[in-house]
């Protein structure tokens, strides 16, 4: 009896011990198909996203430390355009519809992202120059409630509260490089800077808010569908797309150089700045245009019709005055010898008259 209820036991122990291994195993299992979204305190900000999004955006990005040739330009992009219209509306943001602004701000409320002060001068993208969250809800006046997270204060700012409908512009800074690795001619955006209009004595004053890096927050940007069109309400697009096949519209304010002058310090009429803005854009384009070889198979085929043409008109020409000289000639010919035919004399008019009847 005693070596039955040993045996017993011990199977029953067998039973547990395999659906506990089979149990660990299934469990490991579904883990490894998951992302890995938990993080330890120290991790970074991108750790929110999936990794999937992670890895498009490492895809995405471009390297111009290598490049040949490289210009920095800054525009501003005026939300009141309607080619900029996607990155303003809605201006009243929900939880289903937010706008580029709005996104922007909850990422640095929530910590996921970091802005940089903007400061008169070259931006810096470094500890010393990282935006405070409270100063910026203090300098600008934007309503808050205090909470605690996780060991820090925490400043959560209700939807409504987020002045999305007065940040009406951007600065946005590009490169334009060439790649000979590649033989790529592209323009990459390399940061953005939101502009808050507010009131003052006389009238809107644009204030700049920060500066972020492009490629911290185009994770982000790349998983916010947009509409691009009032002709399709479909959001089939993303804000990554908008900034990075360059939908935008914004004009030239500056380009980097030696005297960190802007275009306004040295162009300070309105013709002669818009005369440098269009002189600026089309040394991007003729550079562009310098940097290929035209076809050579072509282009002799081209040159080579062309003077088949060319001889074509002239051969034409030569038989249609030839032709026309030939009956310049044939008509000439007929009137000398019309005129040199003499002329029958006529016959006398009394010639038939009888003698007699003079008398």
């Known amino acids: ?39 330890a305190s120290g991790a970074t900000p991108e750790s929110s996203l999936s990794q999937r999004a992670l890895d498009q955006s490492r895809l995405l990005s471009r390297d111009t430390d290598h490049v040949n040739w490289r210009r920095t330009v800054y525009r501003y992009l005026d939300l009141t355009d309607e080619r900029n219209a996607a990155l303003y509306y809605p201006t009243t943001s929900t939880e289903q519809a937010q ?43 934007i309503s808050y409630t205090e909470g605690r997270g996780k060991g820090n204060a925490r400043y959560e700012v209700a939807l409504p509260d987020v002045p999305s409908s007065e940040v009406k512009a951007y600065y946005l800074k590009e490169t334009w490089y060439f790649d000979q690795r590649t033989s790529t001619y592209d323009v990459k955006v390399e940061a953005i800077c939101p502009i808050l209009y507010d009131l003052g004595d006389y009238g809107e004053v644009p204030m700049p808010l920060f500066w972020l890096p492009y490629e911290v927050i185009r994770p982000h940007l790349s998983a916010q569908p947009v509409m691009l069109s009032s002709y399709n309400n479909v959001a089939s ?51 562009e245009q310098n940097l290929f070889i035209a076809d050579t198979v072509k282009t002799q085929t081209s040159e080579r019709t062309s003077a088949e043409k060319t001889a074509r008109n002239s051969r034409d020409k030569r038989v249609r005055s030839a032709k026309s000289s030939s009956k310049s000639t044939k008509t000439s010919t007929a009137k000398t010898t019309k005129a040199a035919k003499p002329k029958a004399e006529k016959p006398a008019r009394n010639a038939g008259r009888s003698v007699r009847g003079r008398h």
């Open 237 to 287: 697009a993303t804000l990554d797309d908008f900034f990075r096949l360059k939908m935008y519209h914004g004009e030239i304010i500056k380009t980097q150089n030696l005297l960190n002058r802007s275009l306004a310090q040295y162009a300070t009429t309105p013709d002669s700045l818009k005369a440098e803005r269009k002189r600026i854009e089309g040394e991007l384009s003729k550079f």
């Open 1 to 39: 009896m005693l070596r039955q209820t040993t045996l017993i036991i011990g199977l029953l122990a067998a039973v547990v011990a395999s659906h506990s291994s089979t149990s660990a195993q299934e469990a490991t299992v579904r883990r490894a198909g998951e992302p890995r979204v938990k993080q």
């Open 99 to 141: 706008n580029l602004f709005t996104k922007l701000f909850r990422l640095i409320a929530t910590e996921q992202i970091k802005g940089y002060e903007y400061i008169d001068g070259p931006e810096v993208f470094d500890q010393k120059h990282e935006l405070k969250f409270k100063d910026l809800l203090d300098r600008f006046r």
